[in-house]
C-alpha cells in the first residue's frame, strides 16, 4: 500500500505520512475513528481526521501531562481522567503506587475498544485493577462529583464538538468544586503557535478560580508546530517544588526532574500569554 493521510493541523497547513496499513475505520455516534500504520510515526489514532496519538511520539505527552501533577500532589489517592480513551494517559497514572483507584471518564466507548485491539502498548494500563471506567460525558461527570479527587488530568480532543465545553470557564469552576481542598488539575492546551488566544484565555481562566496557574511545555512532533502547552491550577501545591521521592521510582522515557523544571521555564512569547 501506498497512500498518504493528512491532517489540516490549521486552515492553512498540513501534515501528511505515508501510511503502510489501514486498521480501521469506523463512524462512531460522536466522530470518524481511524487507525492507521505510518512509516514515520507507526500505529496512529486518528478522530475526525486529527492525529491523537501515535506509537513514536505518544511517551512525551503520556508521561508529560501525568508525571507533573502526580508528582506535585504529595497523596494523589484518587485521580480522574477526562478524555483519554487511548488508556496512554492511564498507564502513566498507574505507575504511581500511591494512587488506590482512578477513574477514566471518556465519551466514546469505541475510541477504548479500538485502543485496546490496535494500541496495546498504550492502552494496557486500562487493565489495572484500581482502574474505573466510565463511559460519560466529563462535564457532567464533574458536575455530580463535589471534593472527590486530588488530582484531574484533561486528556481531551481539540476544543471542537464534544469537548468544547472542556475549555470553558464554568467547566473549570465544576474542576475545583470535584478536586479535594489541595487538589489540582492539569489540562492539554495546544500550540503556543497557533492557539494562542485560547492559552491566554484559559490561563486567565484558570488564574481567577485557582490561587496557582501554570503553564509548562513538552516537544510533541505529530501535534501542530511540535511545542505544546499544558495548563494546571492548583489549590495548594506549587509544581515548580516537585516530590523527589516519588520521581525516584518511576520508569520514564521523557520526564525526570530535570525535564519537569525545565518544562516550566517558558519563552518569551509563551510567558507573555500567561500575563
Ligand atoms: N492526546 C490527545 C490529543 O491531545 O489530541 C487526546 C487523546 S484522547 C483520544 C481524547 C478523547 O477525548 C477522545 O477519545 C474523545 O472521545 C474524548 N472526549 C472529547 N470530549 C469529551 C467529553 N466531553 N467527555 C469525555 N471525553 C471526551
Redesign the pocket.
Known sequence: MNSWFTELQTKDMALSCRVTEILHQEKTP??ELAVYNTVPFGRM?V?DD?I??TIVDEFV?HEMIVHVSLCTHPAPRRVLV?????GGTIREVVKHQEVEKTTL????GR?IEAARKFLPEISCGLTDPRVEIIVD???SHVEKNKNAYEVIII????PIG??T??FEAAFYQNIAEALTEDGLFVA?TESPFFNRDLIRRVNREVAEIFPLARLYLANIPS?PGGLWTFTLGSKKYDPLKVNKRILASLNTKYYSLEVHKAAFTLPLFVAALTK
Open positions: 460522536y466522530q489514532l478522530l486529527i491523537q496519538t505527552y477526562i478524555g483519554g480513551g487511548d471518564v471518556e465519551i466514546d475510541v460525558d466529563g462535564i486528556d481531551s480532543t481539540d464534544a469537548a465545553g472542556l492539554q501535534y
